[in-house]
């Protein structure tokens, strides 16, 4: 072989043997950057300190404090720097990594999911986001009419309007019970779900922890009750999905769907969708492409040319969350939220529509200040303090919704509440 041909090769990444360069070394590639920042990250240390340095490994345009979280995540920058090398990396190349020279760091991604879980890699897809995952399992389901699918009061629009659209010809009927805003205890919101069961209901539809107020239903309890009765519950982890460790096997569910571009902080357009091995036989793919013939679960994943260097991007998300630590982040995020509740416990303006205990609520609390219009409160925050925040006014609520993510240190905690109680005095 001519050195000329021997040097081109090489560019390609295919060494002298003809073979592909092995995935470590593209994923090495891709991924020093990011080992590079976290070596500062592995250490045990939980000061506030630790948590600025964790900080640091993000970038928000100048002067906003982020406290918006929950409407879509940020994307460190050891992630950014990744996924933009595994870009790189695609269009030097584009047929080789799109067709086949990532199938080994793809199964490596799927396997990190699925280790999040803690469950199998081949319960694991790789899809875009919430809204597909819960498009997926509606227009799946074999309904008949007189059928009825459970979906509370506080679910999302991605996860309502696929059972509308794709269910709505059949005649099944959508049941809606009322959940209690600031329930005391998880009891009460398992008896609205269990007070809407009939022995027409085939799935109940339930979020983990919804939009609107920050509330987490209780997913162990409701599988329990609805698999007892031979109902199937999918469920929407949008917003839980990063916050606290999920154990998929002890919850118990069939389908879990996520969208990684939130709470873990993945580059956008990535998600995660979970089936339990003995409810894959419900699943039909929805978009139908090359592989769909495929048993495995990654037929649901096929759509052809796709978001490949975002899904890879995943894969350092992952990578980035456990150096940091998945204990740390849950005891982190508790940690503020606790902070932030104290803090503003005394003052009577300020009123919590989030419920308090732990079981119930984690990184989002949901505040209205009496007396002013939420719009005002959220251009406030936004204009005087440089605060993004997510006004709500669904359920009566007349509140700014406030997410605590791991890059939320506790001085900017104090100035929150600051600019909430000036707010409220003005
Ligand atoms: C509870 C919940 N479900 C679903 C979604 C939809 O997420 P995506 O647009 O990533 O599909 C959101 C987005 O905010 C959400 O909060």
């Known amino acids: 072989m001519s050195d000329n041909r021997r040097k081109f090769l090489k560019t390609l990444g295919i060494g002298t043997a003809g073979a592909l360069a092995t995935p470590s070394q593209i994923w090495a590639q891709a991924a020093t950057p990011l080992q590079a920042a976290l070596t500062d990250l592995k250490s045990t240390d939980t000061s506030e300190a630790f948590w600025e340095t964790v900080q640091s490994q993000f970038r928000f345009a100048e002067g906003l404090t982020y406290f918006n979280n929950g409407s879509l995540g940020a994307c460190p920058k050891p992630i950014r720097e990744a996924t933009l090398n595994f870009r790189d990396i695609l269009d030097d190349f584009p047929s080789k990594y799109m067709w086949g020279g990532w199938k080994d760091e793809i199964e490596e ?28 399992i509606a227009s799946s389901m074999d309904l008949n009419a007189g059928d009825e699918i459970i979906s509370a009061d506080h679910e999302h629009t991605s996860a309502v309007n696929p059972w509308k659209y794709w269910q709505a010809s059949k005649g099944i009927k959508l049941v809606s019970p009322i959940l209690p805003m600031l329930p005391k205890s998880v009891e009460e919101i398992v008896d609205s779900y269990r007070k809407a069961i009939t022995p027409n209901t085939k799935v109940i539809s339930i979020c983990h922890l919804v939009n609107t107020n920050g509330m987490i239903l209780p997913l162990k309890e409701v599988t329990k009750m609805a698999h007892e009765q031979g109902i199937l519950v999918a469920i929407d982890g949008a917003q839980a999905t990063g916050m606290f460790t999920i154990d998929l096997k002890d919850i118990d569910c069939d389908f879990y769907t996520v969208s990684a571009h939130k709470w873990l902080f993945s580059p956008k357009g990535v998600g995660i969708f979970y089936a339990k091995q003995e409810s894959q036989k419900h699943l039909k793919p929805l978009i ?67 419920p308090a205990l732990d079981s119930l609520s984690a990184g989002i609390q949901v505040v209205e200040i009496l007396g002013k219009d939420v719009k005002e409160v959220k251009n406030r925050l936004f204009d005087d303090y440089g605060i993004d925040s997510r006004p709500m006014s669904t359920f009566g609520l007349n509140a700014v919704r406030l997410s605590f993510a791991i890059f939320i240190t506790k001085k900017q905690i104090d100035t929150l509440v600051v600019a909430l109680e000036t707010i409220a005095n003005s």
């Open 288 to 354: 139908v492409a090359r592989g769909y013939e495929d048993t495995s679960i990654r037929r649901l994943e096929n759509y052809n040319t796709r978001n490949l260097p975002e899904v890879l991007g995943l894969g350092a998300a992952l990578d980035f969350r456990n150096s940091v630590g998945a204990q740390k982040i849950q005891d982190r995020t508790y940690d503020l939220k606790h902070y932030f509740r104290d803090k503003i416990k005394n003052n009577t303006k300020l009123v919590l529509k989030t």
């Open 109 to 136: 991604v799927r396997k990190k999911t699925a280790a999040l879980f803690s469950v199998s890699e081949e319960e694991i897809a790789l899809i875009h986001n919430t809204t597909e995952g819960m498009n997926l």
